[in-house]
């Protein structure tokens, strides 16, 4: 069992910025595919973007140029910085974890981005 923890959201102007952090336990984290979701109410969980466990990273199109995911395996912590936000970016974000053919989920943060 892989424990997920979020947290970094919060209320944020639009065009500010945020920075999620995800913690995930477990001595595999390196091996570890992540990736940031995010879902609103009444629509399904949708990629934001992930990194594999060699660094290959992908994004939704919608976040390209404006959300950068890393990953830090010695803390074994992945992050989504998330800048030039808009209030359709508002949505509670879900981090997941991969590893073979298991997949763990946190419980989510609430980003929310208004004036």
């Known amino acids: 069992q892989v424990h997920v923890v979020e947290s970094g959201g919060g209320l944020v102007q639009p065009g500010g910025s945020l920075r999620l952090s995800c913690a995930a336990s477990?001595?595999?984290?390196?091996?570890?595919?992540m990736a940031w979701y995010r879902q609103v109410p009444g629509k399904q969980r949708d990629l934001v973007a992930a990194?594999?466990?060699?660094?290959?990273?992908n994004y939704a199109d919608y976040v390209t140029g404006r959300f950068t995911i890393s990953r830090d395996n010695a803390k074994n912590t992945v992050y989504l910085q998330m800048n030039s936000l808009k209030p359709e970016d508002t949505a509670v974000y879900y981090c997941?974890?991969?590893?073979?053919?298991?997949?763990?989920w946190g419980q989510g943060t609430q980003v929310t981005v208004s004036s």
């Open positions: 477990g001595n595999a984290f390196s091996l570890y595919f």
């Open positions: 997941n974890a991969r590893i073979w053919d298991n997949e763990f």
């Open positions: 990194i594999t466990d060699v660094g290959t990273i």
